[in-house]
């Protein structure tokens, strides 16, 4: 797979022999400290040769009998075959749903809701390791933010629904708030079971059943999750997955038997779920792409800054919907920070996803690779300037350098189009008012983020970004009691916190 990497080493600076006494000087040239491997063991994961579908409680085939296979993007080997739903098994899905929330879930206390979710939470806890070590291997992404924030916050998102679930006239006071039904949720895979949480978490917890549909990629976490239901003794039913091609999630959101349509993914796809709910009664949410502006003004903590514009765009191989993709640096201070940015780049670790040390993991898919490739061949071609640090990237497996692209214009497609790979570019600005512009100068409004000294210009900044989360001295912050969402192309509607519960229950008076 090593054409697969990007071809660019012409371009890649040499480590030379350069001491770590070097660092931060400046000189754009690093030299990363020498890590021994430090491999996680994948002996607390049994994966099974293939999985069904988890329709009513129960482990079924497709009607046909059809598979696909979900691959290691880090390997290229196959890890599982997981079973194909036909559209006859996406309707018995919703129906299974239905019946639960018609016959056990719906008629339950919100006492004994939470207690089930109070007992997901924990369970996911318990097992997290195990969560963890699948959801690198099956995504890509390094175990370090697997095991350190997928699945922590996964859990988190449970416990705070858990809470919410006993609570529902306190949380919208003078109102009766009734369960909408059967909601249809369709994921992606850039973070499969925290998705997974954000759907299920708020919509169990209002009274809702839910028939969630994974990426095809990722699909095993979320079946995992299924054995988790199991085990809390979840009635049957409340939640049902089903694997397939996204024919699937689309015969899921113009199902007549569905009352919520929760989407994460490209916006390309939102757009067309937003047809196939129009002119029904469906409640809808659409959580979608971003070309996030990070700002930083010439009197902020640049080292603080460079940590926070690496985690902006590299975390999680940069495939993050709120990825700060676009950085807006202040002119005056345009070569320090750049220089810091590409010292730190240097030190970035890419490579086994399973690897403790490892910062860059495996981008989810060839196609996901191929379109990264193609996008940063044309940030090339259309002039700008490419800089990738010297790493060996590992013969197999889908990987990608970390890129930075200074020269960039806004009329760049790597400035208008969402990459969803470790790859940023760098504007300029001179003043805030030509920040803001240029910040607000895309089709997306998902996030965003601001690094200053000044307190009052973060206030102001945040009143004139265009963005649903704006951060201030800091990135890619995420909590379950924070509302998450977008505007413009990047959707409506709010995940998270009390909005996020809203987005599952009919306010009624008393
Ligand atoms: P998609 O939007 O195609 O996939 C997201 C989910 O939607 C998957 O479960 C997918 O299923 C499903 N899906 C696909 N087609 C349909 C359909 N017609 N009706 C209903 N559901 C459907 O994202 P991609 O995986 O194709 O990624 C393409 C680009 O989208 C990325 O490069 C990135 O820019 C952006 N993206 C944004 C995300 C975000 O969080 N905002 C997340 C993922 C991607 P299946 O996997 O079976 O195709």
């Known amino acids: 797979m090593a054409a697969m990497a990007t071809d660019t080493s012409a371009r890649v600076v040499p480590v030379g022999d350069r001491s770590p006494s070097s660092w931060g000087l400046g000189d754009g040239q690093a030299i990363p400290w020498e890590y021994a491997p430090a491999p996680e063991s994948r002996d607390i994961v049994a994966i099974r040769e293939r999985y069904g579908?988890?329709?009513?409680?129960?482990?079924?085939?497709?009607?046909?009998?059809?598979?696909?296979?979900?691959?290691?993007?880090?390997?290229?080997?196959?890890?599982?075959?997981?079973?194909?739903?036909?559209?006859?098994?996406?309707?018995?899905?919703?129906?299974?749903?239905?019946?639960?929330?018609?016959?056990?879930?719906?008629?339950?206390?919100?006492?004994?809701?939470?207690?089930?979710?109070?007992?997901?939470?924990?369970?996911?806890?318990?097992?997290?390791?195990?969560?963890?070590?699948?959801?690198?291997?099956?995504?890509?992404?390094?175990?370090?933010?697997?095991?350190?924030?997928?699945?922590?916050?996964?859990?988190?998102?449970?416990?705070?629904?858990?809470?919410?679930?006993?609570?529902?006239?306190?949380?919208?006071?003078?109102?009766?708030?009734?369960?909408?039904?059967?909601?249809?949720?369709i994921i992606p895979w850039n973070f499969p079971l925290l998705m997974l949480s954000w759907k299920i978490a708020p919509a169990l917890a209002a009274g809702n059943t839910v028939v969630l549909k994974p990426a095809s990629t990722t699909p095993l976490s979320a079946l995992l999750f299924a054995d988790i239901c199991r085990q809390a003794d979840l009635p049957p039913g409340v939640v049902n997955i089903i694997t397939g091609p996204g024919e699937i999630g689309m015969r899921l959101v113009t199902n007549p038997g569905v009352d919520k349509v929760a989407f994460t993914g490209s916006t390309e796809i939102g757009k067309r779920i937003a047809k196939g709910v129009a002119g029904s009664d469906k409640a809808l949410t659409l959580e979608l792409g971003g070309k996030a502006a990070n700002v930083v003004f010439d009197d902020a903590p640049l080292d603080q800054a460079v940590e926070g514009i690496v985690n902006g765009i590299y975390f999680n191989q940069g495939e993050v919907c709120c990825a700060g993709s676009r950085l807006l640096v202040q002119e005056s201070i345009a070569e320090p920070l750049i220089d810091k940015l590409k010292d730190r780049l240097g030190t970035i670790r890419v490579g086994d996803p399973l690897d403790k040390n490892t910062d860059v993991g495996a981008i989810n898919s060839r196609a996901q690779l191929e379109k990264i490739t193609e996008l940063v061949a044309s940030g090339v071609a259309e002039g700008a300037e490419l800089y990738q640090p010297a790493c060996d990237l590992p013969d197999r497996g889908y990987f990608f350098r970390p890129t930075l692209f200074t020269n960039v214009a806004q009329s760049h497609r790597i400035a208008r189009e969402e990459i969803f790979g470790p790859v940023l570019s760098v504007l300029t600005f001179r003043t805030p008012d030509e920040a803001v512009e240029k910040a607000n100068n895309t089709l997306y409004g998902l996030s965003a983020g601001i690094w200053t000294d000044k307190g009052s210009r973060i206030l102001e900044m945040v009143q004139r970004m265009k963005a649903g989360v704006v951060w201030a001295n800091t990135f890619n912050r995420f909590d379950p009691t924070s509302p998450f969402g977008g505007y413009k192309e990047s959707g409506y509607g709010r995940e998270g916190g009390m909005h996020g519960l809203h987005a599952y229950v009919r306010l009624e008076d008393r």
């Open 53 to 185: 579908l988890f329709i009513g409680g129960r482990d079924v085939e497709a009607e046909d009998g059809g598979t696909f296979p979900t691959v290691n993007p880090a390997t290229e080997e196959p890890l599982a075959e997981v079973a194909r739903a036909t559209p006859a098994d996406a309707d018995k899905a919703v129906r299974a749903a239905r019946r639960a929330q018609r016959r056990s879930w719906g008629t339950l206390s919100g006492r004994e809701r939470a207690k089930y979710l109070f007992r997901i939470a924990r369970i996911l806890q318990e097992r997290s390791r195990e969560f963890a070590v699948l959801e690198s291997m099956d995504s890509g992404k390094p175990i370090k933010e697997s095991r350190d924030v997928d699945v922590p916050l996964a859990a988190a998102h449970f416990w705070y629904y858990a809470g919410w679930a006993d609570k529902l006239q306190y949380a919208f006071p003078g109102r009766v708030a009734r369960p909408l039904g059967v909601a249809a949720q």
